[in-house]
């Protein structure tokens, strides 16, 4: 590793070993009963780069392509297609805003053992248009050569200008909040 030279790492995102999924909460009187759909995101790409042992000079770059979100449950075909439809077309308008990119403007670690960070992350999300400062940790543990690191955090849909979905002729409605979870394997170039 290069910490004695003071010199930054890259490394790229393998999407292969790695998950990125999306979790929507039911709303309302049928939230009980209701479907909390489970959405799997298929085509995304990230680079970090920091200074190995110290993680002085970090960044890190995240870009998924909207139309690769799958949602993942059992279910009716029928009814898989109409969510399709409402989150691509309704929802996300992937027509328009095909990607989400996450660029970091701040980041810092804590050191919890000899190969395990805790980190939070901080910058710009841009997603439907819109572009706001967003914040999360995880926990990043590092290998000779790649790193992995894994957490989850809550996205507000009105802060980009999304609508909330409303599905089955507006019987239900799903939550305002979206929960994000990760598990990445990133590896040195």
Request: aromatic content about 10%.
């Amino acid at each position: 590793m290069d910490s004695a030279t003071g010199e930054c790492v890259c490394y790229e995102i393998d999407p292969r070993p790695s998950q990125f999924t999306v979790q929507a909460f039911a709303a309302g009187l049928l939230s009980g009963v209701a479907h909390s759909p489970k959405i799997a995101i298929r085509d995304w790409s990230g680079q970090a780069q920091f200074v190995p042992e110290t993680l002085r000079a970090a960044s890190l770059r995240i870009k998924i392509k909207l139309a690769s979100l799958q949602v993942l449950d059992e279910m009716r075909e029928t009814d898989r297609r109409e969510i399709h439809r409402v989150m691509f077309e309704e929802v996300l308008d992937i027509k328009h805003y095909p990607e989400l990119i996450f660029e970091s403007t701040e980041i810092a670690a804590e050191k919890q053992n000899q190969t395990l960070y805790k980190v939070r992350f901080g910058g710009n999300l841009t997603l439907h248009g819109v572009t706001a400062s967003h914040q999360f940790t995880g926990q990043v543990a590092f290998g000779v050569d790649s790193f992995r690191a894994y957490g989850e955090f809550l996205l507000l849909q009105p802060v980009y200008g999304i609508p909330i979905a409303s599905i089955a002729g507006g019987t239900m409605r799903l939550r305002e909040e979206i929960k994000i979870s990760f598990y990445v394997v990133a590896r040195k170039t």
